[in-house]
C-alpha cells in the first residue's frame, strides 16, 4: 500500500523494525489481565511508564492527536513530531505496555480559518471539497456550531473528505508504532446533521426499513431539500439514523485500519457521562452505544460521578448497575469504563482499587487515569499495583465464569426513541443494592430460558412496553412455571424477594457491602466489594472495614472441599474460611462468615 500522507508531507520516519505488531485480541483484553490507563491528563502527558508500573497494559496515548483537529503542521514539524510518538510508543512498550491506542477525534476541527494552512499541494488534491464544506449541516445547509464553543467546529462523519482525511491520520498512528485507535466525541450535533450526504444516506436508511421513497429529483439542490422534508416527516425514523452515522464511520475507518494492520483495535468515547442519561444520550448527541459496539472492537464509556464509594452525608454510588446494562447491549464485546467522583480526573487510591474490584466482578476493566503530580507518583503507584497483580493473578476466576442470575430485567432499549426516562436502569440499582442476583437483558437476545438449571424469576417496567411476539414469549414462560414480575407496582422489590423463594445469595452484613456470584465447573465464585470508601481529596480516602460479614451461599456442587479467601488488601486474612454445609437437592447450601472486608475479596468455593 502506498503511504501518501508520508509521501506528501515528504516525511522520513525512522521506523523500528516490526512496529506494527500483531495483537492477539482476546487475551490482550482479557478481563484481569487489561490494564487500562489514560496516558495524559492536562499538563501531565506522556506518563506511559507511570502507567505500567501502576499496572496498565493497555494505554490511551495523545500519539497524533492534536494534529487531528488543529490540522497538520508543516512537513518537517510533522516528522519531528512523529518520529518522537514512535520512539515513546517503543519506550512503552519495552515498559510493559501491551497495546497502544492513539487518539483522535471523531467530529472536532479546530481553527477552521487555518487548518489546512500546511497542506501541500500533493495533499491537498486528494480531497475534492474545501474543508468548509466537510461541517455538520441545519436544516437550511447552513454550517452548525459546536457545543463546544470557542475555535470547535464539527465535521460531518459522513463526508467522504472528512473520512479520507481520517484515514491519512490513522494510518500515520498506526505506522508510529500505535495499535489501534481510541475515538473521542463521535457525536452529531442535537439539531442533526442535514448536509447532503447525510440526506442521501438517510433516503437509503429509510428504503432499507421498508418506507417507500417517492423523490424524482434529480437536481441536486431539489434532492437535497426533499429528503430534508423527508426528515422532518419522520422525525423518530431521523433520529434511529443519526445513530447509525458514528457507528458506520467507525466500521469504515476499522476496514481500513485493517489494510495497515489486520489486527488494529479500533474502539471509541461512549459517553454515558452519568447512568441516568443512557438514552438521552442517544437522542442528544446520538451517542448510542448498541449501535456504537456494533463497529467498536471494545465499548469505553467515561462515567463523572459514579465511581463507587460513598459521602459524608452517607449517599452511596456503585456503576455495577451500569455495567450488566452495558453488557446487554454491547454484542458481547468487551465492556471498559472510568468511573470518576465529582468530575474529579484523580482518584485516590483505595477508590481505584474498589473501582478496578467493581469492573472486574462485573465482567469488565477499569480504566485508570495515572497521569498524577510527581510528588504523588511513587505513592499512588505502590498502593494500586497489588490491586494490578491480583486480577492478572486470578484472570482465570474472572473469565469464562457464568452469572448467577435469580432475576432477569429487560431492558427495552428500543424505546431511547420515545422517552429520555430508561426505568430499567432505576431497577437495576434496587436490585443491585439488595444484593439481588442477576442479569440484564435486552430486545436482541429476547429468551426467557433457565439459567444454570434454575428458572429466574423475569422482571420487567410494565407489560406495555413488549411487543406481541416478546408478550407471547413472556406468557409462554409463564405457563412453563415463570414467575412474572411488573415495576408498576411501588412494592416490586417485595414482590422479587418472594418469587425467589430459594435465592443464590444472602448476605447479613453493613449494607454498604455488595456480593456478586459466578459459576465455573466444580467453583463457585463470590465477589464482595465494600463501598463504605470516603473520598476525601483527590488522592486521600478513607476505608471503614466491614466486619463478621455472614454468607449463606446455594453452589451447584454436590460436595464442598474448600472456601478460601482471596484478596489484594493488606489487612484481610486469606486462605481457609470455616464454613457448614448441608445438601440442598443436587447441590449444598454453603454457610460461613467473613471476618472482615477492606476493600474487596473474592471467596472461592470448590468441589
Do not use: W
Given at each position: 500500500m502506498k503511504h501518501w500522507l508520508l509521501n506528501a508531507l515528504a516525511i522520513a520516519i525512522a521506523m523500528p523494525t516490526g512496529h506494527v505488531t500483531g495483537v492477539e485480541i482476546p487475551p490482550a483484553l482479557r478481563v484481569g489481565r487489561a490494564g487500562h490507563a489514560f496516558d495524559h491528563l492536562g499538563g501531565f502527558g506522556d506518563q506511559a511508564e507511570t502507567a505500567a508500573a501502576s499496572g496498565a497494559t493497555i494505554i490511551y496515548a495523545s500519539g497524533l492527536g492534536g494534529l487531528v483537529y488543529e490540522g497538520v503542521p508543516s512537513g518537517e514539524a510533522f516528522g519531528r513530531h512523529s518520529r518522537a510518538v514512535a520512539e515513546y510508543n517503543r519506550l512503552a512498550k519495552q515498559a510493559g505496555i501491551e497495546i497502544a491506542l492513539g487518539y483522535m477525534c471523531a467530529t472536532s476541527i479546530v481553527g477552521l480559518d487555518t487548518f489546512d494552512a500546511n497542506w501541500s499541494e500533493m495533499l491537498r488534491d486528494n480531497f475534492k471539497s474545501p474543508v468548509a464544506e466537510w461541517l455538520q449541516q441545519d436544516r437550511q445547509g447552513q454550517p452548525l456550531p459546536s457545543w463546544y464553543g470557542g475555535e470547535y467546529r464539527p465535521a460531518c462523519m459522513n463526508h467522504p473528505d472528512w473520512r479520507r482525511y481520517h484515514q491519512l491520520m490513522v494510518e500515520q498512528q498506526l505506522l508510529t508504532g500505535h495499535d489501534g485507535i481510541f475515538f473521542d466525541n463521535p457525536t452529531v450535533h442535537p439539531k442533526g446533521c442535514y448536509c447532503a450526504h447525510c440526506m442521501e444516506k438517510f433516503a437509503t436508511f429509510l428504503h432499507e426499513n421498508g418506507t417507500k421513497l417517492d423523490i424524482e429529483e434529480t437536481d441536486r439542490d431539489l434532492r437535497v431539500e426533499a429528503l430534508r422534508k423527508l426528515a422532518d416527516e419522520h422525525p423518530q425514523e431521523?433520529?434511529?439514523?443519526?445513530?447509525?452515522?458514528?457507528?458506520?464511520?467507525?466500521?469504515?475507518?476499522?476496514?481500513?485500519?485493517?489494510?495497515?494492520?489486520?489486527?488494529?483495535?479500533?474502539?471509541?468515547?461512549?459517553?454515558?457521562?452519568?447512568?441516568?442519561?443512557?438514552?438521552?444520550?442517544?437522542?442528544?448527541?446520538?451517542?448510542?452505544?448498541?449501535?456504537?459496539?456494533?463497529?467498536?472492537?471494545?465499548?469505553?464509556?467515561?462515567?463523572?460521578?459514579?465511581?463507587?464509594?460513598?459521602?459524608?452525608?452517607?449517599?452511596?454510588?456503585?456503576?455495577?448497575?451500569?455495567?450488566?446494562?452495558?453488557?446487554?447491549?454491547?454484542?458481547?464485546?468487551?465492556?471498559?469504563?472510568?468511573?470518576?467522583?465529582e468530575a474529579d480526573y484523580h482518584t485516590p487510591p483505595n477508590l481505584v482499587r474498589l473501582a478496578m474490584a467493581e469492573a472486574a466482578a462485573n465482567e469488565a476493566s477499569y480504566l485508570s487515569w495515572p497521569a498524577w503530580p510527581e510528588a504523588q507518583r511513587e505513592r499512588m503507584v505502590a498502593a494500586i499495583r497489588p490491586q494490578a497483580d491480583f486480577l492478572r493473578q486470578h484472570e482465570a476466576l474472572l473469565n469464562d465464569a457464568a452469572g448467577r442470575a435469580d432475576v432477569v430485567l429487560f431492558l427495552p432499549f428500543r424505546r431511547w426513541v420515545e422517552t429520555e426516562v430508561c426505568t430499567a436502569s432505576n431497577l437495576a440499582t434496587a436490585l443491585s443494592q439488595a444484593n439481588v442476583q442477576y442479569e440484564v437483558f435486552s430486545e436482541e437476545d429476547f429468551k426467557l430460558s433457565p439459567r444454570g438449571g434454575r428458572i429466574p424469576v423475569l422482571l420487567v417496567e410494565s407489560l406495555s412496553v413488549l411487543t406481541p411476539a416478546e408478550a407471547a414469549e413472556v406468557e409462554a414462560f409463564r405457563q412453563q412455571g415463570g414467575r412474572v414480575i411488573t415495576a408498576d407496582a411501588p412494592d416490586w422489590l417485595e414482590q422479587v424477594r418472594a418469587a425467589v423463594a430459594r435465592p443464590s445469595l444472602t448476605v447479613a452484613g453493613p449494607s454498604t457491602v455488595r456480593a456478586v456470584m459466578r459459576d465455573q465447573p466444580k467453583r463457585t465464585i463470590l465477589h464482595l466489594l465494600n463501598l463504605n470508601v470516603e473520598r476525601l481529596s483527590s488522592f486521600e480516602d478513607k476505608v471503614t472495614p466491614a466486619t463478621d460479614i455472614k454468607l449463606t451461599v446455594r453452589v451447584p456442587l454436590k460436595s464442598v472441599r474448600e472456601v478460601k479467601l482471596l484478596t489484594a488488601d493488606e489487612n484481610e486474612t486469606t486462605g481457609t474460611l470455616e464454613f457448614d454445609r448441608q445438601q440442598d437437592g443436587d447441590g449444598s447450601l454453603v454457610t460461613l462468615t467473613v471476618p472482615r472486608l477492606d476493600v474487596s475479596a473474592m471467596v472461592v468455593i470448590e468441589e
Open positions: 431521523f433520529m434511529r439514523f443519526r445513530c447509525t452515522i458514528a457507528r458506520d464511520f467507525l466500521a469504515h475507518i476499522r476496514d481500513f485500519a485493517r489494510t495497515i494492520n489486520p489486527h488494529a483495535l479500533i474502539t471509541c468515547n461512549n459517553s454515558l457521562n452519568v447512568p441516568d442519561v443512557l438514552y438521552r444520550q442517544a437522542r442528544m448527541y446520538a451517542y448510542n452505544i448498541a449501535e456504537l459496539s456494533k463497529a467498536g472492537d471494545l465499548v469505553v464509556v467515561e462515567d463523572m460521578v459514579t465511581q463507587p464509594r460513598v459521602t459524608a452525608d452517607g449517599k452511596v454510588f456503585e456503576y455495577g448497575p451500569t455495567y450488566k446494562q452495558l453488557h446487554a447491549i454491547s454484542h458481547g464485546k468487551p465492556i471498559v469504563a472510568v468511573a470518576l467522583a
